[in-house]
């Protein structure tokens, strides 16, 4: 064989090596995205939508921090019926709860009293505006069990085994990355812990939210069952919400 021969006969193991090199690094690649993304899909976004889709529905818009007027309107006890959800959670003096998406802190100034002495609430929210808000409102009120946690978008924040309680209401259909932040809060339960989604009742055609801000009851149970929780219980007695109560797996 000639040397202009082995010449050409290397330059194409050369090539064949760099050109196998490139797929695997590809192909680790995909591997890498598939992991964070593979749950997600993209696609049209719907005008209250962000164009993400987890297990068949679209992912909500975040209301964003300048709408806070909303969630302190006068009509919201009448509407939600806050006291009947206190009442649901069975809270008692010295438990940690986390508020998790606490916004202004409707919900965590509520539950504040009913976990003194020694017991305290984490507010939680990825909007730091909303957090500002939140302690003022609770400095003018009082509340020195009220701590505010600065979220990710893919973490609560919350630290492992920190809680007994976490609460979100009308907050996991707008999660950027639902899966990844309900396992951070999963990982905060302390054994015998529990998570209780709040939730605009999708089947019901009376409630008078946006159909995107709104979740049926087995599509909550199945993106529930992607974690380390089970179904415990569901409550009815909110006029427009259901309220689902899931306990960690094993426990």
């Given amino acids: 064989m000639t040397r202009s021969a082995h010449a050409a ?26 992991g964070d993304e593979g749950r997600y899909r993209s696609g049209p976004a719907s005008p209250d939508g962000t164009g993400r889709f987890y297990m ?13 007027a909303w969630l302190e309107r006068q009509e919201r006890e009448r509407e939600e019926r806050t ?15 986390a508020d998790v998406g606490a916004g202004t802190g ?17 507010a939680v929210d990825v909007q730091p505006q909303m957090l500002r808000l939140l302690e003022e409102m ?17 973490s609560s924040g919350l630290a492992p085994a920190s809680i007994d309680l976490a609460v979100l209401v009308d907050v996991y259909h707008e999660l950027a990355w639902p899966h990844e932040v309900m396992d951070s809060v999963v990982q905060a339960l302390r054994p015998g812990g529990r998570v209780v989604l709040v939730e605009y ?21 199945r993106e529930m069952a992607t974690l380390a929780l089970v179904h415990e219980r569901t409550i009815g007695t909110l006029p427009w919400q259901h309220v689902l109560v899931f306990r960690r797996r094993g426990e």
């Fill in 138 to 154: 609770a400095r003018r009120e009082g509340l020195g069990n009220i701590r505010t946690v600065q979220a990710q978008e893919r």
């Fill in 201 to 221: 009742r999708a089947e019901d055609a009376r409630v008078p939210i946006k159909p995107l801000h709104r979740m049926s009851e087995a599509q909550v149970r």
């Fill in 56 to 68: 068949g529905r679209e992912i909500a818009g975040v209301m964003d921090w300048q709408g806070a």
């Fill in 106 to 122: 409707y919900l965590a100034r509520r539950m504040a009293p009913l976990v003194d002495p020694q017991g305290l609430v984490l």
């Fill in 9 to 34: 006969r290397a330059d194409r193991t050369r090539r064949l090596l760099c050109q196998a090199l490139a797929l695997v690094l590809a192909g680790g690649a995909r591997s890498g995205r598939a």
């Fill in 83 to 97: 006291d009947l959800l206190l009442r649901a959670l069975a809270l008692h003096p010295g438990m940690v709860v």
